[in-house]
């Protein structure tokens, strides 16, 4: 069965702590995997998409990788403008399917 | 920037009332989606289409229905609410089903 799975579930940083967001898949096919942010009250914002193994792609203090089994998105010296629920989603090649993790939820400190 | 509105962002109404959830795109996106997402918790999909006259539901058993008459809109319709159908709607759209989907502010419904 096709599933996603992020953690930490939530995660509290200091300002300028570094981390990083887990997202591991058991997929039929991976066609793409997808990073949104999402702020409360609000929809998914998309960030980055990741087509194979070995692909990063930046923006700002975010960078989001690709193994074959797992993404990972690190932030580099967060600010509290960075607090956000991350979601990371999949499409699958076999079931020709979307999926959603259940997202993190980061708080970063001032 | 992705162009998708969605209305009302917030509806409070009665239980047995007839409500229709509005979402327009002007990106000429083929691929429309509406999610249901209660405060914490993940997205659930609840229908999709692939194209105008296209509808097919999700994996979430919903009891809205959707109508895809015009390739920008995208509305979905209660026929009489109910104090569970109170959530959060989020309607989104792509160019392939493959592609990121980008994603509306949603509309936050409370059913008395």
């Known amino acids: 069965e096709d599933q996603v799975t992020q953690s930490p579930e939530a995660l509290r940083l200091q300002e300028g702590e570094s981390s990083s967001l887990n997202c591991s898949y058991t997929?039929?096919?991976?066609?793409?995997l997808f990073w949104y942010r999402q702020d409360p009250g609000k929809g998914p914002e998309f960030l980055f998409t990741?087509?194979?193994a070995g692909e990063e792609k930046e923006k700002e203090r975010l960078k989001a990788t690709l193994t074959k089994k797992e993404s990972f998105l690190h932030i580099t010296a967060p600010k509290p403008e960075d607090s956000a629920t991350y979601l990371c989603a999949v499409f699958t090649s076999g079931t020709y399917k979307y999926i959603f993790g259940t997202g993190t939820r980061l708080k970063v400190l001032a | 920037e992705a162009d998708i509105y969605q209305t009302p962002r917030y509806l409070v109404i009665g239980t047995g009332k007839k409500i229709t959830l509005e979402c327009s795109q002007t990106m000429g996106h083929d691929k429309m989606y509406w999610y249901q997402q209660d405060p914490g918790m993940e997205l659930h999909l609840i229908h999709y289409s692939y194209g105008v006259n296209s509808t097919e539901k999700g994996d979430l058993s919903s009891e809205s229905t959707v109508s895809r008459i015009r390739t920008e809109h995208f509305p979905l319709t209660l026929e009489s609410a109910r104090p569970s159908h109170t959530s959060q709607y989020l309607c989104?759209?792509?160019?392939?089903?493959?592609?990121?989907?980008?994603f509306g502010d949603g509309t936050r419904l409370s059913i008395l």
């Open positions: 997929v039929s096919g991976l066609r793409g």
């Open positions: 989104a759209s792509s160019d392939r089903e493959d592609q990121p989907q980008h």
């Open positions: 990741l087509y194979s």
